[in-house]
């Protein structure tokens, strides 16, 4: 689907009320597909669940402009592709770099947003500056072994896969961490070090400006054991989001009530 200047490869499922998904850094339709963390086959068809591949993800058009994955950006084409596909006003959701592009949809049109599902904050603010460093290193890596070519950057990344999980969910299901390593064959080495290196160089904006996201209902989940995604940025979007719910994922049978918890909350707002 054209979306302004880009190409973005758009899934669409289900009529009714509108949910835009975005998903997480280096992941995309597919993965996600692959991991199944969210059971989107399950939503109800009175739901008009709506996915996309991201700038520079999956089957979406590459920039090689690091600007282009700023947050704010991704934002942007969360706005332009629920009006290109007649989802207005939606709820927005994303997991990691998609929970960031929710809410820089909702800042920028806040009356076109009437939720938001916030899994797996990334780190924000003070905590975001490692999390930077970590990431400029990875992309270092990446251009660095990609001068070897695909297969032994692909070979690196899939046999630490599991490694980005936390430990319980690789106990109670250990081929989970096998569709890690059979997403990260999905990637594409010569984006990869755009699109993170964005990452590295991106932020929220000041704690003040999420005021006025106030009256926005929010779901907000995390899990514990994964510093990527650490709890403390979940409870912090908790407190400065006052209609908000809460869900720490502690266990494997927290993690099942996980898609389930989406499903609800969704279907629950008008």
């Not at 800042?107 to 797996?120: F, I, K, S, T």
Request: net charge neutral.
């Amino acid at each position: 689907m054209k979306v302004g200047d880009f190409e973005f490869n758009v899934q669409i499922r289900g009529e009714g009320k509108p949910f835009l998904w975005a998903h997480g850094l280096n992941a995309s339709i597919e993965a996600e597909d692959i991991l199944d963390w969210f059971e989107w086959e399950k939503f109800p068809p009175t739901v008009k669940l709506v996915r996309y591949d991201a700038r520079g993800h999956g089957k979406s058009q590459f920039s090689p402009d690091v600007a282009d994955y700023h947050w704010r950006r991704l934002g942007e084409d969360m706005l332009k592709i629920g009006a290109a596909v007649s989802a207005e006003p939606f709820i927005a959701g994303g997991d990691s770099m998609g929970c960031a592009t929710a809410i820089y949809a909702a800042l920028l049109a806040p009356e076109r947003v009437r939720g938001l599902v916030l899994a797996l904050p990334p780190a924000f603010w003070e905590r975001r500056a490692a999390q930077g460093k970590s990431q400029r290193r990875a992309a270092a890596i990446v251009r660095l072994l990609g001068r070897f070519g695909d297969g032994l950057l692909k070979r690196m990344l899939s046999s630490s896969a599991g490694s980005a999980l936390p430990g319980w969910l690789v106990q109670a299901e250990p081929e989970m961490a096998q569709r890690m390593a059979a997403m990260t064959r999905l990637l594409n080495p010569r984006t990869m070090a755009i699109t993170m290196q964005g990452a590295a160089e991106t932020d929220l904006p000041p704690r003040e400006e999420l005021r006025a996201l106030a009256n926005i209902p929010a779901l907000i989940l995390a899990w514990v054991d994964d510093p990527t995604h650490p709890v403390e940025s979940a409870e912090e979007l908790h407190r400065l989001l006052p209609a908000s719910e809460l869900f720490i994922i502690r266990s494997y049978d927290d993690y099942k009530k996980m898609p389930g918890c989406i499903r609800d909350f969704v279907v629950s707002l008008n």
